[in-house]
Every structure is written in structure tokens, then in C-alpha cells.
């Protein structure tokens, strides 16, 4: 019974770590303020026809000039919309667009929550088989296949979430987004070979190249 109540006390914790984590980590150790009246005009208006909605919009002050970051963390009716100043001040109407939709994108289809049930689900397996709660081979088999149904299952979410976005601004608008910011920050958007299929998130490079498929077909 004790065994029991740990483990789901471990799958509970690692839920809330991945759901609440970065959200409580933001609001404690980074610099957030409210948007400015005319900050916050045109951001309605944008997150308006991007289709986001969220409860709260954070400002993250203190970062690098020219860092560029839009996130939407915290759980549902709780959720709130970081974003850096440079978002702002400085990134084209059109490029903010975009990058708010594919989080409305990932909003919409839960991306995150299922990312979060996820990694509780193998933190609590993990467990079960240190405290010898399932039998090491039993358990080690089943940690192997929800880890691959999980990585498949993630990845078809996010492009579920940049379709989402697509709908609603764009493909060509949330792929042109995806690579001024990674033109911005310097870096390539990689591509996919077997090694990422180990993982969560799909490359970049995979989701736009996708997008303009679906640009194209939609022209």
C-alpha cells in the first residue's frame, strides 16, 4: 500500500514539474513586468488573430537585447504568455504573428500537457522497477515501448500544433516566423535522421519544411 502511495505521489510530482515547473521558475527567478498599455493593444490584437488566449501576459525583462522568446506556460486557466521585449520593440508584426500561433497551435492541441503526462508516466515506471515494485524485465520492456509511443505520439502532436497555426495565419506566415528567428539567433534548422526519432520535438527544419508542403499545397 505504501509502495503504492510513493509511486503515484512520483508520477504526481513529475506531472507537476513539467506542467508548473517552468511557469513557477519564471515568475521566482526572472524579471517579469506587465505589458505597457500599448504593448498590450497590440498583442490583443495579435493573439486575437493568432486565436491565442491565455490568463496573464508576462513581459521577461532583463534579457539580451536582441533574445527572442515566446512561450506559453502553466496549466489550463492558469496559463501565461512570456515573451522577451525584443518581441516587442523590434520583430517584424508579421514574424510575431506567426510565432504566436504556433503556440496557440500547441495551446490548443495540449502539447504540453501531453509532454508532461508523458514524462510522469516513464518517471513513475523508472521508479517502480528501482523499488522492484514490477519485475525488472516486465518493466524495462514496458519503459521501452511507452517511450517510443510517447516520441511518436509527440511528434505528431507538434505538427498537428504548427497545422493548428497554419489555419489560422499561414503556413507560409508560421514557417517564414521559424526561420527569422533561427536566422536571428544564428543557427541552421536541422533536419531529422534516426536520432531524432528518440525524440519528443520533431527538428525545425522538419516542421518548416512541412509547412511549406502544405504552403505550397494550399497556393
Given at each position: 500500500m505504501l509502495t503504492a502511495a510513493f509511486l503515484v505521489g512520483v508520477v504526481v510530482l513529475a506531472f507537476l514539474a513539467v506542467a508548473v515547473g517552468p511557469l513557477y521558475a519564471a515568475d521566482r527567478f526572472r524579471d517579469l513586468r506587465e505589458p505597457t498599455g500599448p504593448e498590450r493593444a497590440a498583442l490583443d490584437e495579435l493573439r486575437r488573430e493568432a486565436g491565442l488566449s491565455v490568463d496573464r501576459v508576462a513581459?521577461?525583462?532583463?534579457?539580451?537585447?536582441?533574445?527572442?522568446e515566446v512561450s506559453v506556460e502553466g496549466p489550463p486557466r492558469r496559463r501565461v504568455l512570456l515573451l522577451t521585449e525584443a518581441v516587442l520593440g523590434e520583430l517584424n508584426e508579421e514574424v510575431a504573428l506567426g510565432l504566436?500561433?504556433?503556440?496557440?497551435?500547441?495551446?490548443?492541441t495540449y502539447y504540453a500537457e501531453f509532454?508532461?503526462?508523458?514524462?510522469?508516466?516513464?518517471?513513475?515506471?523508472?521508479t517502480a522497477i528501482v523499488t522492484t515494485a514490477v519485475a525488472f524485465d516486465a518493466g524495462f520492456s514496458a519503459l521501452v515501448a511507452i517511450g517510443l509511443a510517447s516520441f511518436w505520439v509527440g511528434r505528431r502532436v507538434q505538427y498537428a500544433a504548427d497545422?493548428?497555426?497554419a489555419d489560422a495565419v499561414g503556413a507560409a506566415r508560421v514557417a517564414d516566423?521559424?526561420?527569422?528567428?533561427?536566422?536571428?539567433?544564428?543557427v541552421e534548422p536541422e533536419t531529422g535522421d534516426w536520432s531524432t526519432w528518440f525524440e519528443v520535438q520533431p527538428p525545425l527544419g522538419d516542421r518548416i519544411a512541412a509547412l511549406r508542403e502544405r504552403a505550397a499545397d494550399d497556393a
Open positions: 513581459v521577461v525583462e532583463g534579457a539580451d537585447p536582441d533574445a527572442i504566436l500561433a504556433a503556440e496557440a497551435g500547441r495551446v490548443r509532454r508532461a503526462v508523458a514524462i510522469a508516466v516513464v518517471v513513475g515506471l523508472l497545422d493548428r497555426a516566423a521559424f526561420e527569422t528567428v533561427a536566422e536571428r539567433r544564428g
